[in-house]
């Protein structure tokens, strides 16, 4: 019975430790930094270490601190043209962040309200009807709480190929997986955090019924003429000289496509204008855009009740302060990753613009969010469940030595007179 009793709180006991092992690996307890923190140049050294040894495609990054450009790196595959810091990268998702700010600019403005159902202002096509009680407003769309379950992914187009309407995309958007796919109403609106590309082909509809002018043509009016953005478009951009070409994980030229939704993953953009645009959005700005900026860090889109989401963007963990890093990343085929990350607290940043690795530019932006704030971001989940094996198993073998141990030594044994002593 004592060896059944030991046993069992053994199993209890290891039970416990493996599930605080694991929780303590997202607060980070479990990793460290690469570089010291406060050590930007250091920081620096690993990115541009990073993008050369890993990358045989085109990249570049640029890093802010305390508002202003630190660092900057540009790097080209072997026998391309020259990257410098006007060549535009396909940002592929981050284009979503985009969109979102030009959606709060018209809150802003008095034009829209972020808690109105979409359909009050949609008149060329509306979301069908559904089951559900609650209507999918605004906010639902930009923090992919709208109960849309699409997951698009939007399909590639060939260059000889003509671009569907927006109306025509949003009847029978072309996704990037093989199956059709429906902008239905799936999930009660406003209970779960499910990611939508289609949100945002709706929300592309939403500035243009609103604003009474065509997408493209609203954001560079709103945000890239003020900010100076002269090499950024969501027009295909492939014909410009200075555009990188995409390429896959080999270093190899990979076809270039059009795509039908500019708002979700049509974004051309350079690290200089990211950096122009970075800049604007920082609290030591102060500007409208650093009104909007608050505005969209609102944790709107939880997932296990942590918050993931905000109004159009990634809060990628909790800065030292009780705010978000925020940004967002990008990723497309073959081998395009993109991402952005900005502490408010600190008026820092970094941009990472890859073409040629599938992972690198979030990788990167993962080291930086745990250098600048001691916490793993939340799309860094397989490295923080990596994190925590080596402790849990180390604690796991002590936790069992140690009921073995004390186990061995208060075990019965026998006297000489064969009677059974404890």
């Not at 009680?133 to 906010?139: A, C, F, G, K, Q």
């Not at 993931?308 to 085929?333: C, K, M, P, R, S």
């Not at 030595?401 to 044994?413: D, E, I, M």
Request: charge should be negative; proline fraction near 4%.
């Amino acid at each position: 019975m004592n060896y059944l009793k030991s046993g069992l709180a053994c199993i209890l006991v290891s039970s416990m430790w493996a599930a605080f092992a694991l929780m303590a690996s997202f607060y980070g307890w479990w990793m460290s930094p690469v570089v010291e923190t406060g050590d930007a140049a250091g920081f620096s050294q690993f990115t541009r270490e990073q993008l050369t040894r890993k990358n045989q495609g085109n990249s570049a990054f640029l890093m802010i601190e305390n508002g202003e450009v630190f660092d900057s790196g540009y790097f080209s595959a072997a026998g391309a043209n020259p990257v410098d810091a006007e060549t535009m990268f396909s940002l592929a998702s981050m284009s979503k962040w985009v969109t979102a700010i030009g959606v709060m600019l018209l809150v802003e403005q008095g034009k829209l309200d972020l808690d109105k159902p979409v359909n009050h202002y949609l008149t060329r096509w509306k979301l069908p009807d559904h089951e559900f009680s609650n209507p999918v407003l605004v906010r639902h769309l930009l923090s992919h709480t709208s109960g849309l379950e699409d997951g698009l992914g939007f399909g590639d187009y060939d260059l000889d190929e003509d671009l569907p309407t927006l109306e025509e995309s949003l009847a029978e958007p072309r996704a990037s997986g093989s199956q059709g796919v429906r902008l239905v109403i799936s999930v009660e609106p406003g209970t779960e955090f499910n990611y939508s590309g289609g949100g945002y082909l709706i929300l592309q509809l939403l500035i243009e019924e609103v604003s009474g002018i065509g997408f493209v043509d609203f954001i560079q009016q709103q945000i890239f003429d003020p900010l100076n953005m002269q090499r950024s478009t969501f027009v295909y951009s492939q014909n410009d000289s200075n555009t990188s070409p995409s390429f896959d994980v080999n270093g190899e030229v990979a076809i270039s496509y059009k795509y039908a939704v500019a708002a979700a993953t049509g974004l051309s953009a350079s690290a200089s204008d990211l950096g122009r645009l970075s800049l604007a959005m920082m609290p030591a700005n102060r500007s409208h855009l650093t009104r909007v900026s608050e505005n969209m860090r609102v944790a709107a889109g939880l997932m296990f009740g942590l918050p993931l989401w905000g109004l159009g963007e990634i809060l990628y963990a909790e800065t030292n302060l009780g705010d978000f890093v925020y940004g967002h990343d990008g990723a497309n085929e073959p081998a395009i990753n993109t991402a952005l990350r900005i502490n408010p607290d600190t008026n820092d940043a970094i941009i990472v613009l890859v073409t040629g690795h599938k992972r690198l530019a979030t990788y990167i932006g993962y080291e930086w969010v745990l250098w600048q704030t001691g916490y793993p971001d939340v799309l860094s989940t397989n490295l923080v469940i990596s994190s925590s094996v080596r402790p849990m198993l180390i604690g796991l073998f002590l936790i069992v030595a140690s009921f073995l141990f004390h186990g061995w030594f208060t075990r019965p044994t026998m006297n000489h007179s064969g009677t059974r002593v404890i």
